[in-house]
């Protein structure tokens, strides 16, 4: 087909062919910008009690509970496609549950015992710990609360004890997530005191008041029993310049690497997070966009696995050296299938 006249007296058209670039797959893989590797991938696991035991997260498809004994069996398949770390998460039975989350700080908890047998078996994977008390308030919420509200400074001398037991337990970051102010330098005071100088903080330094935490909350058992919302720790979704203030905060107290979470509605605040400070960056792919997408091609309506690869690849395009995802083991599995 002739070039259309209102073309033709360009002389050469055009001289720059952009798609020159995109013509085979050798030339769009040496040219790309962003890369996504399996070091980039942390895996969440939520564990519970017992042994052999195993139990689905409804809202959370291809997710599930488990024991001690059968995180070991997941660990050496993620160690397997070469996933350098995993973050622990529990679910603690009602019974344990208290007003102050006493069981956050039992040195022989669920947590404390997991990590224990995992380093056992896997002393080079690394470990992240949540340092927070929602899993263990018979509240829900992730401090002390006093007459409805949820208190800062008592709470943080109790998340102070949580991560000191998790690092003595073997634990290599503590990521506190609470949004309790002054949190992070208080950790590092308390930790470096504890002779545990070298357990990194990863600090939640950006965690918004976010509807996408839904089918967490109902991994860890704590959606039922929340009283009232996080409104007044967590931040408000309407805000950038304070992310930028909470992450300033966070490194001032010795954070080694901060998270923003969620992560697929806030790309915005990890670019601006990575390019004004340039410190270790961390994306949280959030168990509702997880369902999102899972929900999505169990019902044929997306490419789950190109629509999965693409989703990370975004955080890593934003600035982000990690990402956080329940679909750690399969975007691996797809990495390495190539």
């Not at 519970?48 to 995180?71: A, C, Y």
């Not at 965690?207 to 959606?223: E, L, M, N, T, V």
């Not at 995802?325 to 190539?338: F, S």
């Amino acid at each position: 087909m002739a070039i259309p006249e209102v073309l033709a007296g360009r002389g050469r058209f055009p001289r720059t062919r952009m798609r020159r670039n995109r013509r085979a797959p050798w030339s769009r893989a040496l040219v790309a910008e962003t890369r996504l590797s399996v070091l980039d991938l942390i895996w969440p696991i939520f564990v519970i009690e017992g042994e052999n035991r195993r139990e689905p997260v409804p809202s959370m498809p291809g997710v599930d509970r488990l024991s001690s004994d059968l995180v070991a069996d997941a660990v050496a398949e993620a160690v397997g496609l070469g996933i350098q770390a995993i973050a622990l998460f529990p679910y603690v039975e009602p019974e344990l549950k208290t007003p102050e989350g006493d069981e956050a700080v039992n040195a022989d908890n669920l947590v404390c015992r997991t990590i224990r047998r995992i380093k056992a078996a896997y002393p080079g994977l690394g470990v992240i710990c949540d340092v927070a008390l929602d899993p263990f308030s018979s509240h829900g919420h992730d401090g002390v609360c006093r007459d409805g509200k949820v208190v800062n400074d008592e709470s943080v001398a109790i998340l102070c004890r949580q991560a000191v037991v998790q690092a003595e337990a073997g634990c290599d970051i503590v990521a506190p997530s609470d949004m309790m102010d002054g949190r992070v330098g208080a950790i590092r005071d308390a930790l470096d005191q504890a002779g545990c100088a070298d357990t990194q903080i990863m600090a939640y330094a950006a965690k918004f008041a976010s509807a996408f935490y839904g089918p967490f909350r109902d991994a860890i058992g704590s959606s039922g029993a929340l009283v009232g919302d996080k409104k007044t720790y967590q931040m408000d979704p309407a805000n950038a310049l304070e992310a930028l203030r909470e992450v300033a905060l966070d490194i001032e107290e010795g954070a080694d690497m901060v998270i923003v979470k969620p992560g697929m509605p806030y790309l915005d605040i990890i670019q601006r997070v990575k390019a004004s400070f340039g410190v270790p960056t961390f994306a949280y792919n959030v168990s509702g966009e997880y369902a999102m997408l899972r929900a999505a091609a169990d019902r044929d309506w997306i490419d789950y696995p190109r629509a999965l690869l693409e989703s990370l690849l975004a955080f890593k395009r934003a600035g982000a050296d990690g990402i956080l995802t329940y679909a750690a083991l399969d975007a691996a599995r797809l990495l390495k299938e190539g």
